[in-house]
């Protein structure tokens, strides 16, 4: 079965690796962006869409709300996304909401609290 | 019907400027309707120094992203302390397109911010101490690594604290060697702390 | 003196650093070429490691390291029809686009900057006479543009190696260029009488007020090698002198992700492209 493909978009390369060695770890596929920008432009270059996003909020040029409604708007195969953020604020959980974001999560995210979310959205189940 | 050539570039006698290019004019210009008349009104008004504060207050109000984008040029270029003033105000914002573009504005300011960085970096608000942070990747400046090894001892925020040691595996050095190992032992189960502590040190250690 | 290395975390690092400015991403397979490079530099601007010219590199106010080093990074030999599926992308989908609002009779205009010596513009001029069959229905005014008068010169001479048109189906060699001795090769003046070369520095606000009306820019490995404020100051230039709906190109490797978020991303199935968002 081939594996599931992941966006991470953050703007830090530690958090872009971090992510990527739990998901990895796991057996995911992980492609990196560094701002919703960058993110778009993977997404349409693409072989064939993602699977599954993980969406910094903060970042330079286009930030993660930005981002996910231009990604909702496209014409092309949807799928689920995680807006992560430092910020823990309810109005935030319902931008994130609006913008299209099935999750929020507050960094820094535990490994086990990461994957059940990703494998929820992906359909595999919600153990770690 | 094929590939012609003019004379001439055509050049340009009037453009989409209708009041006076004075200080005043621009700056009431700002306020016009039609965002290609604010863009150019933004753009005229980088000469001026003065104009830095109106600059900021209309960036906080303005939807059009051609516009915003025109006026951190103008407020980058002119770079003054009421320029970096007013761009400290946008960290506190709710939108969040709005911060990240005061960060970035920032980012090219190193003279204009360094005076005010130490007050940045022990602002109440974490999250302002989190930008203060992003601002120091770009900032040339060179206490930029002993500014991250204060923030790494002393913040009490987890996510300050992960933002400086994100940035101190790029910059840090043996100098920053005990601070990132007192920090490992600050949040001993936080597993990106850990992570992160471990790539700068190797980094670091690795020379 | 002591052999300069680079270190596999000293990699790690510049590439992270590098991808974040450029959008650049080496490979783990460029090692030697990345390292090659960066000892090149170590040495020539004298710091005795890695460590000690990152620091320099990084820091450094006027951001002339990072250029040269983007420059050494970057491959810059310019060619006909480079980055080919861009003009492919050109007459199959842009200009499609853009006639569709066009007023019949009116000019399509395109904007090709830096000319360095020609070739860029010449190979539009090209595709468009070859592959373009809407050619016959409409004027097309080509202008390319570069800060060195010395390079429009010969830009405008349209003398070109063997190994310039190497890439250019033999039929059009044939048809549009003529052989010289010394395996030079000499674009036909109808050509050369097709594209204007003009002198224009994109940080003069004197050069570039002019620039306006334009369908589709090409501006291709430029503006890599600016600092941050410049490519900004840059994109605000070639925001003005599109039409609403014009497409700007930019190279390869190059996105707008490291510039400015003014422009639309729009993918064709040839290439990702920018572009101004039309009239409201």
């Known amino acids: ?128 | 019907m094929a590939i012609v050539k003019r004379k001439q570039t055509q050049a340009v006698d009037t453009d989409e400027r209708s009041r006076p290019r004075d200080m005043d004019g621009l700056i009431g210009e700002m306020a016009d309707s039609n965002p290609v008349a604010r863009r150019w009104a933004a753009r005229d008004l980088a000469v001026f120094p003065d104009a830095a504060a109106a600059l900021v207050a209309r960036l906080g109000k303005e939807a059009d992203a051609t516009v915003r984008e025109a006026i951190l040029i103008s407020l980058t270029v002119i770079g003054n302390r009421a320029a970096v003033d007013g761009l400290v105000e946008c960290l506190r914002s709710e939108d969040a397109a709005l911060r990240n573009e005061a960060i970035e504005a920032m980012k090219n300011l190193p003279d204009a911010v360094a005076p005010i960085m130490a007050g940045l970096l022990a602002d109440p608000d974490h999250d302002v101490r989190i930008f203060a942070v992003n601002i120091l990747e770009s900032l040339r400046h060179p206490d930029v690594e002993q500014w991250l090894i204060e923030v790494i001892s002393e913040d009490e925020h987890i996510n300050v604290c992960a933002t400086a040691v994100d940035l101190l595996g790029e910059v840090g050095t043996t100098a920053a060697e005990h601070a990132l190992e007192a920090l490992k032992a600050r949040f001993p189960n936080e597993p990106y702390i850990l992570f992160s502590a471990d790539l700068a040190l190797k980094r670091i250690r690795e020379d | ?280």
């Not at chain 1, 953050?10 to 992510?19: E, I, L, N, P, S």
């Not at chain 3, 010449?122 to 006479?129: N, V």
């Not at chain 3, 570039?208 to 941050?228: M, P, V």
Request: contains cysteine; hydrophobic residues 40%.
């Open chain 3, 1 to 280: 003196m002591a052999e300069i290395t680079i270190s596999s975390e000293d990699f790690l690092k510049f590439r992270e650093f590098f991808y974040r400015k450029t959008g650049i991403q080496f490979e783990d397979s460029k090692r030697y070429f990345v390292d090659k490079r960066l000892v090149d530099r170590i040495e020539a601007t004298g710091y005795a490691n890695f460590r000690s010219y990152f620091t320099f590199m990084r820091f450094q106010v006027s951001g002339e390291e990072i250029q040269t080093l983007t420059n050494l990074m970057t491959v810059n030999e310019t060619y006909f029809f480079r980055e080919e599926y861009q003009f492919k992308c050109l007459v199959d989908s842009l200009l499609p686009e853009v006639v569709k609002t066009k007023a019949p009779g009116s000019t399509i205009r395109i904007w090709s900057i830096p000319s360095s010596s020609g070739e860029e513009a010449y190979s539009i001029a090209l595709y468009l006479t070859e592959y373009w069959p809407d050619i016959e229905r409409w004027d097309v005014e080509l202008i390319s543009s570069d800060i060195d008068t010395s390079i429009l010169k010969k830009a405008r001479q349209g003398l070109y190696s063997a190994r310039s048109v190497q890439h250019l189906p033999s039929k059009l060699l044939q048809r549009h260029f003529k052989r010289l001795p010394g395996d030079e090769y000499q674009i036909s003046d109808d050509f050369r009488q097709a594209v204007e070369f003009t002198r224009v520095n994109l940080a003069e606000i004197a050069d570039t007020r002019a620039y306006r009306g334009f369908d589709i820019i090409f501006c291709r490995n430029l503006l890599i090698y600016f600092d941050d404020l410049s490519r900004r100051q840059a994109a605000e230039v070639f925001f003005d002198a599109l039409n609403p709906g014009g497409f700007i190109c930019l190279g390869h490797s190059e996105s707008m992700s490291r510039i400015t978020s003014v422009f639309k991303v729009r993918k064709f199935p040839d290439a990702i492209v920018y572009q101004k968002p039309e009239a409201r």
């Open chain 1, 1 to 128: 079965m081939t594996p599931k493909r992941i966006l991470v978009v953050d703007d830090a390369a530690t958090v872009r690796m971090y992510h990527r060695s739990i998901l990895e770890g796991a057996g995911f596929e992980v492609s990196e962006a560094i701002n919703g920008i960058e993110a778009l432009e993977k997404t349409l270059a693409a072989p064939a869409p993602f699977d599954l996003y993980l969406v910094d909020i903060n970042m330079p040029k286009q930030d993660g709300y930005g981002f996910l409604r231009d990604l909702r708007s496209q014409d092309i195969d949807q799928a689920p996304a995680v807006m992560i953020s430092t910020e823990a604020q309810s109005q935030d959980r319902k931008r994130a909401w609006e913008a299209g974001a099935n999750f929020y999560l507050t960094k820094p995210i535990k490994p086990d609290v990461l994957l059940t979310h990703c494998r929820l959205l992906l359909g595999q189940g919600g153990t770690a």
